[in-house]
């Protein structure tokens, strides 16, 4: 039951974030600024997570700056698409997927208590060719 709650949440949810995300950084931002504005800024965004902590150690700060370049180069990938098809829907649903894809399977690592440090970064690195084949060009 848990797990199911968390896939509805997880595509719901991300719906919403992953279009705000590229609206914002694939459309108006990559229209004004350009590729590597958008891109860069992209992957800073995503370092605002570090702002839900009370504390930040050197793992936490790994694991985030992990995915800001994981973002940044992702942010690349969709600036490219979005460029190359004059349309967003492409990179939306890219990232929708990567985004559900590591909150279901960081939500399975977290329930089985034994991830090794493997966090959504991780998974996201590990999902994203096939994500990438199914949907990019």
């Known amino acids: ?12 949810v991300n719906l919403f974030i992953s279009s705000w995300e590229e ?10 600024f350009g590729l590597h504005v958008s891109s860069l800024s992209f992957g800073a965004f995503h ?11 050197d793992e936490i700060l790994f694991r985030h700056v992990s995915q800001s370049v994981f973002t940044t ?7 490219f698409l979005t460029t190359k098809n004059g ?3 492409k990179a939306i649903t890219i990232h929708y997927w990567n985004n559900v894809f590591s909150m279901i399977f960081g939500y399975i690592l977290d ?7 493997i966090d959504s970064s991780t998974i996201s690195v590990i999902t994203y060719p096939i994500i990438q ?5």
């Open 1 to 12: 039951k848990a797990l199911a709650l968390q896939v509805l949440y997880a595509g719901s």
């Open 23 to 32: 609206i914002v950084f694939r459309g108006l931002w990559l229209e004004e």
């Open 47 to 57: 370092l605002l997570n570090l702002l839900t902590y009370d504390s930040i150690n």
């Open 73 to 79: 180069a992702l942010g690349y990938y969709l600036g």
């Open 87 to 89: 349309t967003m829907e």
């Open 111 to 117: 329930q089985a208590d034994n991830g090794g440090g």
């Open 133 to 137: 084949f199914n949907f990019s060009f």
